[in-house]
């Protein structure tokens, strides 16, 4: 009544039980014992879709108006939050931070907006809009929840997730991609000015407010 695996969305929920989307379910398959269990969406298809194996824990929203990121704890398959976001349509991406109750969300048209939620909490911590932008990735960084690589069709950016006491906010910083030829374009630095490593002659580099006239 459900086979087939469609999506290239899955992970390990733990160190012998993998899991993927399938219509309205999502799977668990255990690669030892070759047993099957499956978590029905109760409102209909399963959209965007996350694991974290060391919490083992699952995220996923469904495909219907004003959707909603369901989080669920494996084996147990208890209802952990419901995150109800701004989003009108449809989540794209979900991705678990590595340490700490972190989930980052990204939304299709017409919103477009990038979020950071503490699920443990239910608690959206800070959001961004990029309108018209398509996403086809979205990760943490492994070692610093506060770094979000974000990808898209022809650029790369990490979002900084600046935080002071409560107050949670993103800042965008996009990533210099080379070339076709594989070379990286010059670019004005304002801070510090063109490298001259090819004569060492003139010692280190140092930041443009460093300098106090001397040639």
């Known amino acids: 009544w459900v086979q087939g695996f469609s999506n290239k969305n899955f992970g390990f929920v733990n160190n012998q039980t993998v899991c993927y989307p399938c219509g309205n379910y999502i799977l668990f398959l255990d690669i030892e014992t070759k047993k099957t269990t499956v978590l029905q969406c109760q409102t209909g298809q399963v959209g965007a879709f996350a694991v974290n194996g060391n919490s083992q824990v699952?995220?996923?929203?469904?495909?219907?108006?004003?959707?909603?990121?369901?989080?669920?704890?494996?084996?147990?398959?208890?209802?952990?939050?419901?995150?109800?976001?701004?989003?009108?349509?449809?989540?794209?991406?979900?991705?678990?931070?590595?340490?700490?109750?972190y989930l980052a969300s990204y939304s299709s048209i017409p919103e477009f907006v990038l979020s950071v939620w503490n699920w443990q909490e239910n608690i959206l911590l800070c959001s961004e809009s990029q309108p018209g932008v398509t996403a086809t990735s979205l990760s943490f960084n492994p070692m610093n929840w506060q770094q979000l690589c974000f990808v898209n069709e022809?650029?790369?950016?990490?979002?900084?997730?600046?935080?002071?006491?409560?107050?949670?906010?993103?800042?965008?910083?996009?990533?210099?991609?080379?070339?076709?030829?594989?070379?990286?374009?010059?670019?004005?630095d304002l801070f510090f000015p063109v490298s001259c490593s090819e004569d060492p002659y003139h010692g280190p580099d140092l930041p443009v407010s460093a300098i106090a006239g001397l040639v």
């Open 58 to 101: 699952l995220a996923f929203s469904d495909r219907k108006l004003n959707p909603i990121i369901y989080i669920y704890t494996f084996p147990e398959l208890s209802k952990l939050a419901e995150l109800k976001g701004n989003a009108q349509l449809d989540y794209t991406l979900l991705a678990f931070s590595f340490t700490g109750p």
């Open 154 to 188: 022809s650029s790369i950016t990490i979002w900084h997730i600046e935080r002071n006491k409560d107050e949670h906010h993103l800042k965008g910083n996009p990533v210099k991609l080379p070339d076709g030829q594989g070379s990286v374009s010059p670019h004005e």
